[in-house]
Structure formats: structure tokens, C-alpha cells
């Protein structure tokens, strides 16, 4: 499972992954913009993410970390935001693993400073998501692009190979990249 953490909007993704080959489950978002109590809104991150959980049983959870901005009030409140899914997941005993922004792009595009739209395009190519699957909003793309960079870190094997990131992937399989 992966999340994009927000205040205003929640991102969510849940892979299943068979025979080493990840699909989607589900992905979605959570608006929060509605509530005007930032306590509110962190109440009801919790108890979505106990949900996801207690609907999916997903085994790791996968957190898009905060990036550091000049708003230290936005930092709080979405470190705060973080800290909560997180703490859904401790309370479930679901381990937890964090990828910087730019780890994400770099594992799902091979370019960290992709823009959203093309990682949600590569998303859909790479786990052939229909186009009528595809969400507009980018944060649910985010959160799944979480979890699929948590996939790849894990280690992909197809077959008896084994590959540690996505370039390594791009190194070992020249034939299979287009540029």
C-alpha cells in the first residue's frame, strides 16, 4: 500500500503483487480541503487508512516523506498528516518504508524531476491500467506510485534475475528501453 500524505488531499494506492508481478488493486484520494479542524482532519486520515488497511490487508506500507519547503507551518501540518497514516499502520503491525519525492519519479519514470502527469502516464503503462481506471487527481497516482517504488527498492526478479532499482533494470535490459 502506498500513500501520498496531504491535509487538504490524501492520496492511496494498493498493489497486489502475484507470481512477482504487481497490479493494481485500488487507488483513490481523500479530500480533506472540507474540514475545517486540522485535528479533524487528521482524525479522519487515521480512520481511512485503518480502513484501506482492514479492506486490503496490505503487508508494507510505503509513505511518500515530506520534502522540505520554506512554509515550516505546511511542514508541521503535513508531517503531521504522515504521522498519523503511519500510526494506522504501527497499530496494525504493518511495516513501513519512506521514499523521498524524488525517489518515487526516479523508480516509476527514471527522471526525479517528472512532472505528476508523467508518472501517472507511466503508471498506467507500466501496470496497463485502463484509461476509465485512471483517477484525475494526481495524488492517488502519487500514492500508487509509492507503492510500486517500494516494489522496485524491494528488489525486482524476473525469473532468476534480480535488480535492485529501476536503473539498474534500464542497465541490465538496454533492448527493452526506448529512449
Known amino acids: 500500500m502506498g500513500i501520498d500524505p496531504g491535509t487538504q488531499v490524501m492520496g492511496y494506492g494498493i498493489l497486489r503483487v502475484l507470481d512477482n508481478k504487481p497490479s493494481m488493486m485500488a487507488m ?8 475545517g479542524d ?3 482532519k487528521l482524525a479522519k486520515i487515521y480512520a481511512r487508512v485503518i480502513g484501506l488497511i482492514d479492506e486490503f490487508l496490505p503487508d508494507e506500507l510505503a509513505i511518500e ?4 519547503g520554506k512554509n515550516v507551518q505546511s511542514m508541521l501540518k503535513l508531517g503531521r498528516a ?22 518515487i519519479k526516479m523508480a516509476i519514470t527514471g527522471n526525479g524531476r517528472a512532472a505528476k502527469e508523467q508518472v501517472a502516464y507511466m ?8 484509461d476509465e481506471q485512471m483517477l484525475t487527481q494526481l495524488d492517488a497516482s502519487d500514492g500508487l506510485a509509492a507503492a510500486l517504488c517500494h516494489f522496485y527498492q524491494s528488489g525486482i526478479t524476473t525469473g532468476d534475475r534480480k535488480y535492485s532499482n529501476w536503473q539498474d533494470f534500464a ?9
Open 123 to 130: 503508471l498506467q503503462q507500466i501496470l496497463r491500467i485502463p
Open 28 to 35: 483513490g484520494v481523500m479530500e480533506l480541503g472540507k474540514y
Open 65 to 68: 516523506s515530506p520534502f522540505f
Open 38 to 40: 486540522h485535528y479533524l
Open 82 to 103: 504522515q504521522g498519523v497514516a503511519m500510526a494506522a499502520a504501527i497499530s496494525r503491525d504493518i511495516p513501513i518504508h519512506e521514499y523521498a519525492p524524488l525517489k
Open 171 to 179: 542497465n541490465k535490459n538496454q533492448n527493452k528501453v526506448r529512449k
